[in-house]
């Protein structure tokens, strides 16, 4: 994305658009990083002239592992890939949870980088790098660590910003692995020569953004008051609240509420909701039907009549949804949905109470009051998602921008420039240049309320 950013100015031109297939190679899924790398070269050969720096953002912890000579040791293996089974069940139980929640404030998910570095070889490894802190090495031959992404590691203690030298020692973790610290505006440096020859771009500054997309995407929800939830919606629903302290509360712990580091300091108090992988997957198994046709017919399918646990680990991998959702149904007691419009009815009704658990229980737990949800991300041209999102929560949800992410990037990048100012100014910004659309609630809590205790109640 190429971007122009002013007092009055906040635009964004897309440059090159491309896959992110994941490869299992022998048995494990990996990221095709190279090819990733790629395209991203790319996109640079396709921006126009004059740039003032280029930011990168990507999903969070995973990593590729650097030699002592600086190369990479084969593709970063996917957060998807089971290698990780049992892996944090093992972590837990010799740490302790109170240990690990109260270094990390994390949210208890198999896939936390902690758990991949314990199931990974170290050996050959000297240095760990983030997936958009491998990308800003590739083009600046810099190391670093983001903070907003390292939070998510399980490594960075919450509460002082650092990395957790004693949770290192504790699992035997060689504590050099781990590059120096970075916040989001400062610069990484400039695209290597030979870098900036391939590409037509001498001397480009590469900045540090909040380099957890969703950090970025917080970044740029366009509110107006701090009363506000948010829910960054694409394959995941980050759903929460932002703070300026972490909560390391027994009763968060037991919640599985996550403290993630957000732009300026602050707290992404929230939780990780499957999110629209659910539809995504369902789409990919049955061959990329017409989504608009599938959602319009959907909206008019009986509401909660069948439900899933959003959160259920079951549905992490790929492959097979329509039928384990099926299937998850009928172990609740509960009609399985029968045809395709009803499948993606019982997602987004069941997301859509996802939705609203998350919102209230952040809420109580941080004890910040939600008047307004925002909803970012892809998932925010979702009308019917965004409808029934504000018919669970009674909250109006104000739906936009589409490409949070992006802003959030830029406007790091701008205000290292001083074209931008704090969060409340670029919020302001996008508030005052980007469409949003407001969805009120139907004021009809009764049956959401009704559908959010029976899904509540065990599994029979």
Not at 12 to 35: C, Y
Not at 123 to 142: F, K, N, V
Request: glycine share 12%.
């Amino acid at each position: 994305m190429a971007a122009r950013v002013g007092p009055r100015t906040l635009e964004l031109d897309e440059v090159r658009r491309f896959p992110n297939r994941p490869v299992r190679v022998n048995g494990t899924l990996h990221w095709d990083v190279l090819g990733l790398y790629g395209n991203v070269l790319d996109g640079l050969r396709s921006a126009p002239s004059g740039l003032a720096s280029v930011g990168v953002d990507s999903w969070a912890v995973d990593y590729g592992l650097l030699d002592g000579n600086g190369a990479l040791l084969g593709n970063p293996v996917h957060y998807r890939d089971p290698r990780t089974d049992g892996v944090m069940e093992r972590i837990r139980a010799e740490v302790g949870d109170d240990l690990l929640y109260q270094v990390s404030g994390l949210q208890f998910l198999p896939f936390n980088t902690i758990y991949q570095l314990a199931a990974d070889d170290l050996s050959r490894a000297r240095t760990l790098l983030l997936i958009p802190d491998l990308l800003a090495y590739w083009l600046t031959g810099e190391t670093g660590a983001e903070r907003t992404n390292a939070s998510t590691t399980g490594l960075l203690d919450v509460r002082t910003g650092a990395w957790s030298s004693g949770l290192l020692s504790r699992l035997g973790l060689p504590a050099g692995i781990l590059p120096p610290l970075r916040d989001p505006g400062s610069p990484i440096g400039v695209l290597r020569p030979d870098v900036a020859a391939e590409t037509g771009h001498p001397g480009l500054p590469v900045v540090a953004v909040g380099s957890h997309d969703t950090a970025s995407a917080v970044a740029a929800v366009p509110a107006t008051t701090d009363r506000f939830a948010y829910i960054s919606c694409g394959t995941w629903s980050l759903v929460g609240v932002e703070l300026d302290v972490p909560v390391l509360t027994e009763e968060s712990r037991k919640a599985n509420f996550t403290n993630e580091g957000g732009v300026d300091g602050t707290v992404r108090y929230l939780r990780n909701v499957m999110g629209l992988w659910l539809l995504q997957e369902c789409l990919r198994a049955w061959g990329g039907p017409d989504l608009p046709a599938l959602l319009a017919a959907a909206a008019h399918v009986p509401g909660l009549r069948s439900l899933i646990d959003a959160g259920d680990p079951e549905f992490l991998p790929p492959g097979g949804m329509p039928a384990r959702i099926a299937a998850h149904c009928r172990r609740r007691g509960l009609p399985a949905p029968e045809g395709r419009a009803a499948t993606v009815r019982c997602v987004l009704d069941s997301l859509a109470l996802a939705h609203r658990a998350a919102i209230r229980q952040a809420a109580a737990l941080s004890g910040r009051d939600v008047e307004v949800v925002h909803l970012v991300g892809g998932g925010s041209r979702n009308d019917l998602l965004c409808r029934l999102t504000a018919d669970a929560s009674g909250l109006p949800v104000v739906a936009g921008p589409v490409e949070a992410t992006a802003l959030g990037n830029v406007l790091a990048q701008a205000r290292a420039h001083g074209a931008a100012g704090g969060l409340a100014e670029s919020r302001a910004l996008v508030a005052a240049t980007q469409p949003l659309r407001r969805f009120a609630p139907s004021g009809d809590t009764d049956r959401w309320d009704e559908a959010a205790a029976l899904l509540a109640s065990p599994t029979r």
